[in-house]
């Protein structure tokens, strides 16, 4: 379980930087206090990379381990292409993070639900889940996303927009290039 959570932290940490959800993170967090905005990310997070690992988990239970080895490599090599790509707020997504809020928490959650549907950290997730221990790769992947959202918020306030973003990403990718490697 160990191996799965640390796995998991590091891959999901290195595919959360850059992301949009970050950026949403940072939005949320100019507008309402950060706690509040930390424990929506949290709800949501948990409750996407649950669905993740359950998907995962089948998959893997499905496929035979060489095949799972082999798309799980040419998964992370995409995830490497697509941070390169980067990710950018829609108008959308400004929209959403501008809205006024009753309950932060429950903005905050179901915005970011909504918007990690689909997306790379919860691809890696479903991934990891493949090759890994459930409990560890939702633990490691929901923790690495919330660290690395929160990490994004309190570099954010320090730096403001000097955030080298095209280093971030190059860096991530490459991570992700070696992840591939090792799986």
């Known amino acids: 379980m160990l191996h799965a959570f640390l796995l ?12 949009k959800s970050q950026l949403m993170a940072l939005a949320f967090a100019t507008r309402y206090r950060t706690v509040p905005v930390l424990i929506g990310i949290t709800a ?8 993740s690992v359950f998907v995962g988990a089948v998959l893997g239970a499905a496929l035979p381990t060489t095949l799972i080895n082999v798309l799980a490599a040419v ?14 707020l829609t108008d959308e997504d400004e929209q959403r993070a501008a809205q006024p809020a009753r309950n932060v928490i429950v903005t905050v959650g179901t915005v970011f639900f ?15 889940a493949t090759r ?4 560890g790769t939702w633990l490691g ?3 690495g996303m919330v ?16 955030l080298p973003e095209k ?12 992840f591939a490697e090792i799986g």
């Not at 932290?9 to 992301?19: N, P, Q, S, Y």
């Open 8 to 19: 998991s932290f590091g891959v999901i940490f290195v595919a959360e930087l850059g992301d």
């Open 44 to 51: 949501a997070t948990a409750l996407v990379h649950l669905v």
């Open 75 to 88: 998964s992370f090599v995409g995830f490497g292409f697509w941070t390169l790509r980067g990710d950018e």
């Open 114 to 128: 909504l918007a990690e549907l689909g997306d790379k950290t919860m691809l890696a997730t479903i991934t990891l």
């Open 132 to 135: 890994e221990g459930v409990v």
């Open 141 to 143: 992947s929901t923790v």
């Open 147 to 162: 660290v690395a959202d929160g990490l994004a918020i309190w570099v954010g306030r320090i730096l403001g927009a000097r």
């Open 167 to 178: 280093a971030i990403r190059i860096g991530a990718a490459v991570l992700f290039f070696v």
